[in-house]
């Protein structure tokens, strides 16, 4: 086994572990927003509420989360971890950025919108997760998402995180089929359309959600 470990502490197992991992959550996100879209059926929260008891429900649900958790603490460290090193590669600066090298914004901002992205998957557990399941706030899951979601400072700081997190997928989409090779000309035109699309769509929802209550206030 210890050509498997040697092979993930490399500098290209770490990129395409970076990759895996991030496919995974981009999959994730995906079933995550289909749920939460449930919020949008105006039966005072009764579909959602379901829902949130059909997940608890699923066997070995505890270790799917756990799973998650490890899959995006992993994708985080090797983030930081390729970050870090691009940096001890270039030590110093350039006297003026270059802007017209071919890095789009999102690449050159991957470590800011990661960290604000981290910061705010803490103050959502936190406000959902733990609130509900280990606190036990009184009411359901869906009294707490109105009551979250109607509050102008959380419902703003979500919308802004779901905009960064737009703008981290972007590039994170192309550069995980980037690092399996995917990258030929006649193909990556379209990976990078899909990875478009994919931001555009998983930002737009999910930022409408907040928008949504703080229009109807929950009712």
């Given at each position: 086994?210890?050509?498997?470990?040697?092979?993930?502490?490399?500098?290209?197992?770490?990129?395409?572990?970076?990759?895996?991992?991030?496919?995974?959550?981009?999959?994730?996100?995906?079933?995550?927003l289909v749920g939460?879209?449930?919020?949008?059926?105006?039966?005072?929260?009764?579909?959602?509420?379901?829902?949130?008891?059909?997940?608890?429900?699923?066997?070995?649900?505890?270790?799917?989360?756990?799973?998650l958790a490890l899959?995006?603490?992993?994708?985080?460290?090797?983030?930081?971890?390729?970050?870090?090193?691009?940096?001890?590669?270039?030590?110093?600066?350039?006297?003026?950025?270059?802007?017209?090298?071919?890095?789009?914004?999102?690449?050159?901002?991957?470590?800011?919108?990661?960290?604000?992205?981290?910061?705010?998957?803490?103050?959502?557990?936190?406000?959902?997760?733990?609130?509900?399941?280990?606190?036990?706030?009184?009411?359901?899951?869906?009294?707490?998402?109105?009551?979250?979601?109607?509050?102008?400072?959380?419902?703003?700081?979500?919308?802004?995180?779901?905009?960064?997190?737009?703008?981290?997928?972007?590039?994170?989409?192309?550069?995980?089929?980037?690092?399996?090779?995917?990258n030929h000309s006649?193909?990556?035109?379209?990976?990078?359309?899909?990875?478009?699309?994919?931001?555009?769509?998983?930002?737009?929802?999910?930022?409408?959600?907040?928008?949504?209550?703080?229009?109807?206030?929950?009712?």
């Amino acid at each position: 086994m210890s050509w498997f470990f040697r092979s993930v502490n490399s500098s290209i197992g770490k990129k395409i572990l970076m990759a895996l991992t991030g496919i995974s959550l981009i999959i994730f996100l995906v079933g995550h927003l289909v749920g939460n879209l449930t919020l949008f059926v105006n039966d005072g929260g009764e579909t959602f509420n379901n829902y949130a008891k059909t997940l608890q429900s699923i066997p070995f649900i505890k270790v799917i989360e756990l799973v998650l958790a490890l899959v995006f603490l992993i994708h985080m460290l090797n983030g930081v971890y390729l970050w870090l090193n691009n940096k001890q590669a270039r030590p110093v600066a350039y006297k003026f950025k270059k802007v017209s090298d071919g890095a789009s914004l999102a690449s050159r901002t991957m470590i800011q919108t990661g960290s604000i992205t981290f910061i705010f998957l803490v103050v959502h557990l936190k406000q959902f997760w733990f609130d509900h399941n280990i606190a036990h706030k009184s009411g359901t899951l869906y009294d707490l998402v109105v009551s979250a979601f109607t509050n102008y400072y959380y419902a703003g700081f979500y919308i802004l995180a779901m905009i960064l997190l737009g703008v981290h997928l972007y590039h994170a989409f192309q550069s995980a089929f980037q690092t399996f090779g995917w990258n030929h000309s006649k193909y990556f035109p379209i990976i990078k359309s899909v990875g478009t699309i994919y931001s555009i769509v998983i930002a737009a929802a999910f930022a409408s959600i907040p928008i949504y209550f703080l229009i109807t206030g929950g009712n």
